[in-house]
């Protein structure tokens, strides 16, 4: 058998040698004090647990945050108009038809004529939108409750107090331009 001569395009290959890569230091202690100084840090922290349980006890009565919002403000405010419902939630029209279509369907809300303004209707819960109200606010009120236990009574009005200054001054300032906050941000 001959053997033939080898070229360089016939010689098997060998991979590269990989470079030396200086190793990083490893992170032993994650260092999140920048974020932890920030207020829309540590509020939405906050709201995700909380919306986390919120979420977990809402769903045998079939409502997100924005239905338990809508339906708490026809509870405490019968008559309410849905333009009084968007202002106060900051919903857009559009998507608020949607929902309180959905709680007509689900016999939740009636819809009646508005005493003094011909052109308005007011919102109005049935019976059913009662019964449901009133067992979802005690078991918003009891979830409440357990996500602040390691806050004193006083603890947590002060931080209620605090985060309602924070997003009425934000919608004070945000009253002169249009929102634009879509129902599933809710």
Same mark, same amino acid.
């Given at each position: 058998?001959?053997?033939? &001569?080898?070229?360089? #395009?016939?010689?098997?290959?060998?991979?590269?040698? &990989? #470079?030396?890569?200086?190793?990083?230091?490893?992170?032993?202690?994650?260092? #999140?004090?920048?974020? !932890?100084?920030?207020?829309?840090?540590?509020?939405?922290?906050?709201? =995700?647990?909380?919306? !986390?349980?919120? =979420?977990?006890?809402?769903?045998?009565?079939?409502?997100?945050?924005?239905?338990?919002?809508?339906?708490?403000?026809?509870?405490?405010? &019968?008559?309410?108009?849905?333009?009084?419902?968007?202002?106060?939630?900051?919903?857009? &029209?559009?998507?608020?038809?949607?929902?309180?279509? /959905?709680?007509?369907?689900? !016999?939740?809300?009636?819809?009646?004529?508005?005493?003094?303004?011909?052109?308005?209707?007011?919102?109005?819960?049935?019976?059913?939108?009662?019964? =449901?109200?009133?067992?979802?606010?005690?078991?918003?009120?009891?979830?409440?409750?357990?996500?602040?236990?390691?806050?004193?009574?006083? !603890?947590?009005? /002060?931080?209620?107090?605090?985060?309602?200054?924070?997003?009425? /001054?934000?919608?004070?300032?945000?009253?002169?331009?249009?929102?634009?906050?879509?129902?599933?941000?809710?």
């Amino acid at each position: 058998m001959t053997k033939l &001569p080898t070229s360089a #395009a016939t010689k098997p290959r060998t991979a590269p040698k &990989p #470079a030396r890569v200086a190793t990083a230091p490893a992170v032993d202690q994650v260092d #999140a004090s920048y974020l !932890e100084s920030l207020l829309g840090y540590n509020a939405r922290r906050a709201a =995700l647990a909380v919306i !986390e349980v919120f =979420l977990q006890r809402m769903v045998v009565f079939e409502l997100r945050p924005v239905d338990f919002s809508v339906l708490s403000l026809i509870a405490h405010n &019968p008559g309410i108009t849905s333009r009084q419902l968007c202002t106060t939630l900051g919903v857009l &029209p559009p998507n608020l038809v949607g929902i309180i279509n /959905t709680m007509e369907r689900r !016999e939740l809300v009636t819809r009646r004529p508005h005493p003094h303004d011909g052109r308005a209707v007011g919102l109005h819960l049935t019976a059913k939108g009662r019964k =449901l109200m009133s067992d979802a606010e005690r078991t918003a009120a009891d979830l409440e409750a357990q996500v602040a236990t390691s806050l004193s009574a006083a !603890e947590a009005k /002060t931080l209620i107090s605090l985060l309602k200054k924070v997003y009425q /001054t934000q919608q004070d300032g945000a009253a002169r331009a249009p929102r634009r906050v879509s129902a599933n941000h809710r």
